[in-house]
């Protein structure tokens, strides 16, 4: 009875958890295309595009543009939908350094008037200066609303949703665009009010661009014809296939684990392999940048949580030490990253697995990005360290490199995968993968295990280099690691939200990462390869993200 008292208290704390910092991977907002001279008219493409017809006839598009054009009527965007809102982090536990990032800025330009730009053509977004947009729209962030007040919930949104409105019809809500065809690296994007901007896209995943992959295609046809679309249930139930179940075998050797359960997104992979483990008495300690999965699974499973410096193994065990010595009986998980989406960087997990060892701590760490898009094999960073096999706990997920959505929890001893399993809500309480998806990710993991894989990875890296070289060489602060991410510093939100409309004016679509996925005023622009990317479609990135920064600060009244 002690188990389902546990389960049904950790159940319900998903209904009140302290939500932190979830990560935005699309980009978009209304925007207009001017094509960029140079721009190679088709993506190279090594596998015929399955696309049917329907998705290419009849799309709207619209005619070149200069950037002192006046805005269409149909860039006058409808109202949208509200994501969800995420409460800013919770800055108890934080030290002063980690306060500092994210504190607001001290210059307090938000609302000041902005210069006028000097000689030269005015900048515009949508047609209008950018000395005259909302200042409102240029400033601000998501974590001034996040504490509602008052008895009327539904009243609750209204300050945020007019913020919101005013950034989306002032063009600087690059957010929810939807792709018009497969996400390769020319793939059409559209804004929420229907405007098709065509030229480079740097914004989606697929590493390895095994979406469009025919091994991939097949496999997923060949399910459909096996098993029909959906699992039949909750996986503790009948949900679970062939297909499933064989998919957790090869992800077991991949990761060199023993013992894996698969979930229908990394999301809840990360989210479970926490709340399953950890109960109110336990203490997580954690890299300040964990991903929103982690955070919030760690808020739903106790609320003894201290976070660490950013990969920082000396600030990881000094908290180890403090959980240890004031409970030498709690449990105590520590969670970090391989490869850190947003900055492109990655911790020693080596020595941090030898610190939760030598204080009777459990490790777990998050693949998501680096497996399947590094390492030989596609066996990630841990793979490149000798590592696979060695770390307590392993979660990753398929939707980076393996071309669908869902994501798995990896151990080393049965008795753990039983147990998350019975103590994992979202794996209880959810329908399983579909035969679909398990079909994907396994042909998938089959194409990145295989030599072909291997120059996937080699093509991935290459277009990610030169990009990398190319920034660099213009002078932008281009941070972390080579992989298949590539971040780009602001600053800033109004320059970096003016920058990012004009790349999209200019037919380059990235996303702009602002907080609350990073630190407020720590807005980047993140661009994501893909292995179909080539040198020239990176160089004219490169191009167009500094040409689109010079202007944006320009425009923005900044002289550095
Ligand atoms: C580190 C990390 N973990 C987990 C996830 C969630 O993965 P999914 O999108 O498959 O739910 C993400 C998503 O971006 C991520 O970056």
Redesign the pocket.
């Given at each position: 009875m002690q188990s389902f008292k546990s389960l049904a208290e950790s159940l319900a704390a998903y209904m009140t958890p302290e939500p932190r910092a979830p990560?935005s991977?699309a980009g978009g907002a209304a925007s207009r295309t001017r094509p960029i001279s140079g721009t190679p008219s088709e993506t190279p493409a090594p596998y015929p595009s399955t696309a049917p017809p329907s998705h290419r006839a009849g799309r709207p598009s619209i005619a070149p543009r200069a950037w002192t054009d006046p805005p269409p009527s149909s860039m006058i965007p409808r109202p949208m939908t509200v994501p969800p809102l995420a409460a800013p982090p919770d800055e108890d536990d934080l030290d002063e350094e980690e306060l500092l990032a994210l504190a607001p800025s001290p210059t307090g330009r938000f609302g000041e008037e902005l210069q006028a730009p000097p000689d030269g053509a005015e900048i515009l977004v949508r047609g209008v200066p950018v000395r005259d947009l909302p200042k409102t729209a240029l400033g601000g962030h998501t974590g001034l609303f996040a504490k509602g007040r008052g008895p009327d919930l539904l009243e609750r949104p209204s300050e945020y949703y007019a913020w919101y409105e005013t950034r989306s019809r002032a063009g600087l809500l690059p957010y929810s665009r939807s792709f018009d065809g497969p996400i390769g690296p020319m793939a059409p994007t559209r804004s929420e009010d229907g405007v098709v901007s065509e030229g480079l896209s740097f914004a989606a995943n697929d590493y390895l661009a095994l979406s469009t992959h025919p091994a991939v295609h097949e496999a997923a046809h060949q399910a459909i014809r096996d098993f029909g679309t959906i699992a039949g249930g909750s996986p503790i139930l009948a949900g679970n296939t062939t297909l499933s179940r064989t998919l957790e075998e090869e992800v077991s050797k991949l990761v060199g684990m023993d013992h894996v359960v698969c979930f229908t997104?990394?999301?809840?992979a990360?989210f479970s392999a926490i709340t399953a483990l950890v109960r109110e008495h336990d203490h997580i300690v954690m890299d300040v940048y964990s991903?929103a999965?982690?955070q919030q699974g760690a808020a739903a499973a106790t609320r003894k949580i201290a976070r660490f410096r950013h990969r920082d193994n000396v600030s990881a065990e000094r908290q180890i030490r403090k959980a240890r010595d004031a409970d030498p009986e709690g449990g105590i998980l520590v969670i970090t990253?391989t490869l850190f989406?947003m900055d492109s960087d990655s911790p020693n997990i080596g020595e941090l697995q030898d610190i939760c060892h030598h204080y009777g701590a459990t490790l777990l760490v998050?693949c998501?990005?680096d497996l399947g898009a590094l390492g030989p094999g596609g066996t990630g960073r841990l793979g490149i360290e000798n590592r696979l096999g060695t770390v307590d706990m392993l979660?990753g997920?398929?939707?980076?490199a393996f071309a669908t959505?869902?994501?798995f929890v990896a151990v080393r001893h049965q008795k753990v995968r039983q147990y998350i399993r019975a103590f994992s809500g979202p794996y209880l309480f959810s329908t399983g993968l579909s035969p679909i998806q398990a079909a994907v990710a396994l042909a998938a993991l089959r194409v990145s295990a295989s030599p072909e894989g291997d120059e996937l990875r080699r093509r991935l890296m290459d277009a990610s280099l030169t990009l990398r070289a190319e920034l660099t060489a213009r002078d932008l602060q281009c941070i972390g690691e080579p992989s298949a991410l590539v971040p780009v510093m602001v600053g800033d939100e109004d320059v970096a939200r003016v920058a990012c409309a004009i790349a999209f004016e200019r037919g380059l679509v990235c996303n702009l990462i602002e907080y609350p996925a990073v630190a407020v005023h720590m807005a980047r622009f993140r661009l994501q390869l893909q292995s179909l990317h080539t040198r020239e479609h990176a160089v004219l990135a490169a191009r167009i993200v500094d040409e689109s920064i010079q202007a944006a600060k320009q425009a923005c009244g900044r002289t550095t």
């Open positions: 990560e991977e997104s990394g999301w809840t990360g991903h999965c982690l990253e989406s998050d998501a990005h979660i997920c398929f939707s980076k959505s869902g994501g």
